[in-house]
């Protein structure tokens, strides 16, 4: 079962430390994702800043994981937030007030997440290669949490090398958020 691609946005990466993600829509770019690092590596906090909106804020939230963060608005408004409850499984829980929604590595050996909602399945894929990602869209999903997942994904692309689980052939559905992989 194949699903249909109902948006499509380009991602073009440049910089290393701290890299810039340039998203582009059908009608040309869309906005910056900017990505900050503290002086050990780890990723901090990033940054959405739109040609035409509010700009979105990533924060790390206190804790061990490394996908703890929230997401905010220019005016201090939250939209989500992401927890990761263990660190073997790489699973990422996305909390936006009205579902909870899920990481997941795509299948295959290649690197890239999957956004998926509990009883809909995949809402939306990235797909990365050396300087570039695709995002494509298979159902609705607010802009933001989009952006904000492929921010989370961004940063931990070796955890995604190995396959996850394949949910378009599977015959069970995604089963609650509490699941891991």
Same mark, same amino acid.
């Given at each position: 079962m194949s699903l249909e691609i109902s948006s499509l946005y380009e991602v073009s990466i440049s910089g290393l430390w701290a890299p810039r993600h340039?998203? +582009?829509?059908?009608?040309?770019?869309?906005?910056?994702?900017?990505?900050?690092?503290?002086?050990?590596?780890? #990723?901090?906090?990033?940054? %959405?800043?739109?040609?035409? /909106?509010e700009?979105?804020?990533?924060?790390?939230?206190? /804790?061990?994981?490394?996908? =703890?963060f929230s997401l905010w608005t220019e005016g201090h408004e939250w939209l989500g937030s992401s927890l990761r409850w263990n660190v073997v499984r790489r699973d990422? =829980?996305?909390?936006?007030?009205?579902?909870?929604?899920?990481?997941?590595?795509?299948?295959?050996?290649?690197? /890239?997440w999957q956004l998926v909602a509990p009883k809909t399945g995949e809402m939306a894929r990235v797909t990365h290669s050396l300087r570039?990602?695709?995002?494509? #869209? %298979?159902?609705?999903?607010?802009?933001?949490v989009l952006v904000f997942a492929y921010f989370l994904g961004s940063f931990i692309l070796l955890e995604s090398l190995w396959p996850g689980p394949d949910l378009r052939? +599977?015959?069970?559905?995604?089963?609650t958020a509490t699941a891991g992989t």
């Amino acid at each position: 079962m194949s699903l249909e691609i109902s948006s499509l946005y380009e991602v073009s990466i440049s910089g290393l430390w701290a890299p810039r993600h340039t998203i +582009s829509g059908p009608d040309g770019p869309l906005g910056v994702l900017t990505v900050e690092r503290n002086s050990r590596g780890m #990723v901090t906090a990033g940054t %959405y800043r739109p040609e035409k /909106g509010e700009v979105l804020y990533f924060r790390r939230d206190p /804790g061990l994981l490394r996908s =703890q963060f929230s997401l905010w608005t220019e005016g201090h408004e939250w939209l989500g937030s992401s927890l990761r409850w263990n660190v073997v499984r790489r699973d990422i =829980q996305l909390h936006t007030g009205s579902k909870p929604l899920r990481l997941l590595p795509i299948p295959g050996f290649r690197r /890239g997440w999957q956004l998926v909602a509990p009883k809909t399945g995949e809402m939306a894929r990235v797909t990365h290669s050396l300087r570039k990602a695709r995002i494509e #869209v %298979y159902r609705r999903v607010d802009f933001e949490v989009l952006v904000f997942a492929y921010f989370l994904g961004s940063f931990i692309l070796l955890e995604s090398l190995w396959p996850g689980p394949d949910l378009r052939n +599977s015959e069970e559905m995604i089963g609650t958020a509490t699941a891991g992989t």
